[in-house]
């Protein structure tokens, strides 16, 4: 898979996430899952938290022969929302950019193929989560580094294609089998992908899919 160009200026990186190590493990486990990509051939692909749109750059680029398909990235954080666009079109791709809070205004049920997610997941107090500033938005996770991700869970099944795949970042401290023990209380069955240790940090790549329908080794 290639990697897009990314150029984000010294104003922007005031608050849009700079790709990093969790960005790039994502966009490993979509490459080494790419056929399974192309054979669910995805007509819609989501990422929420798009940031400099680094990920659902490199899939739509991936993709491209899929005519069809519609790539959309959602993020809270207007900056983030026209980096994304930016990287996007540097790249000749398309990619719809909606300024939201997470899921909040997508209606569309059981038709997304790929959803994404790399999110804010740094253990942090409650009020980080809550604070205004744009570049709190782009680490602190809360309790057990959980509490941004965590309300998207229950909508994921909602929104997913029977076919689907949906894509989760975390670290060790996110708990990740607690995290695969969630989803399979929402009839789920997830599993690891990818792993990284880097500088101190240990990353997962987390793949769930709507249970008995189309699980994949
Ligand atoms: C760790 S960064 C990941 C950025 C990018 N996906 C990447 O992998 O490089 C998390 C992203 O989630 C966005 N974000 C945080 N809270 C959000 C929310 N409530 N709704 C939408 N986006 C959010 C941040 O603005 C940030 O761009």
């Not at 959980?146 to 099944?157: G, K, L, N, Y």
């Not at 009839?187 to 940090?201: A, D, L, P, Q």
Request: hydrophobic share 45%.
């Amino acid at each position: 898979m290639e990697t897009p160009i990314v150029k984000l200026s010294d104003e922007e990186l005031k608050t849009v996430y700079e790709p990093s190590e969790d960005s790039y493990l994502l966009i490993d486990a979509l490459e080494a899952d790419l056929e399974v990509l192309e054979a669910i051939k995805p007509v819609i692909c989501l990422e929420i938290g798009s940031g400099s749109g680094v990920v659902i750059t490199a899939l739509a680029m991936a993709l491209k022969r899929y005519h069809s398909a519609h790539f959309i990235a959602v993020d809270i954080n207007p900056d983030a929302c026209k980096a994304t666009r930016k990287t996007s079109l540097d790249n000749s791709v398309v990619v719809n950019v909606l300024q939201m809070n997470l899921l909040d205004c997508i209606r569309i049920r059981g038709q997304v193929d790929v959803i994404l997610f790399n999110p804010p997941y740094v253990a942090t107090e409650y009020e980080e989560v809550l604070d205004d500033r744009l570049v709190f938005k782009t680490w602190a996770g809360g309790k057990h580094g959980r509490q941004v991700m965590e309300q998207v869970f229950s909508t994921i099944p909602e929104i997913l294609s029977d076919a689907g795949l949906f894509y989760l970042v975390v670290i060790k401290e996110n708990d990740p089998e607690y995290i695969l023990s969630a989803f399979q209380k929402l009839n789920m069955s997830g599993r690891i992908v990818c792993e990284r240790k880097v500088r101190g940090e240990h990353l997962y790549v987390l793949r769930f899919c709507k249970a008995k329908v189309n699980e994949i080794s």
